[in-house]
């Protein structure tokens, strides 16, 4: 069984600049996360889907990012304009359905650099 | 809130001791799950455990076992003869659900290096 895909692995931008992420869950996987995760840090939750509902996107900073997944199954997040201080790793995860406890499945991240 | 700390910031060993990998979390909720991942340099997020809070038990899988004390808040995690493959950074989770969503907090994570 694939895991959770992410792309690209690693992106380098110039601050202002727009960048996007892109995650594929694992087949069947309807509940999706999005993660940052600074360096030295756990992951932090962005937004959290269940098919194409955003359903937490509390910790989001909607002034700059957004998310979508349509069809509910590949989704993708966004910065525009990218900031020094977003340079970090985003992780995608997914799991089968909703309810407490069941592990997440993580994809290996995207590491953005803003210069 | 809930909150994981890992005092643990980094750990060295010599391959083959054993160490012990500490989570201390805090939450207001009776029904939450524990767990425990590791992510090795390739920086993917590998699950080990999971453990609800109505479930004291230890449990061993091979080298690993866990710990979890409701009484302390706490559920550390043993490596017995570490091995270099072990070197990762370790990290506790905890979920809870708090107003209708479920969140999976996590600490800071223990580095851990096994030396040959």
Redesign the interface.
Known sequence: EAGVVQSPRYKIIEKKQPVAFWCNPISGHNTLYWYRQNLGQGPELLIRYENEEAVDDSQLPKDRFSAERLKGVDSTLKIQPAELGDSAVYLCASRPRTGLGNEQFFGPGTRLTVL | AQK?TQAQTEISVVEKEDVTLDCVYETRDT???L?W?KQPP??????LI?R?SFDEQNEISGRYSWNFQKSTSSFNFTITASQVVDSAVY?C?L???GGG????V????TKLTVNP
């Open positions: 994981v029904t939450y799950y767990f991942y390739s920086g993917e997020l590998v699950f999971r609800n990290f989770a979920s809870e659900l969503s479920e969140k999976l996590f600490g800071k994570g």
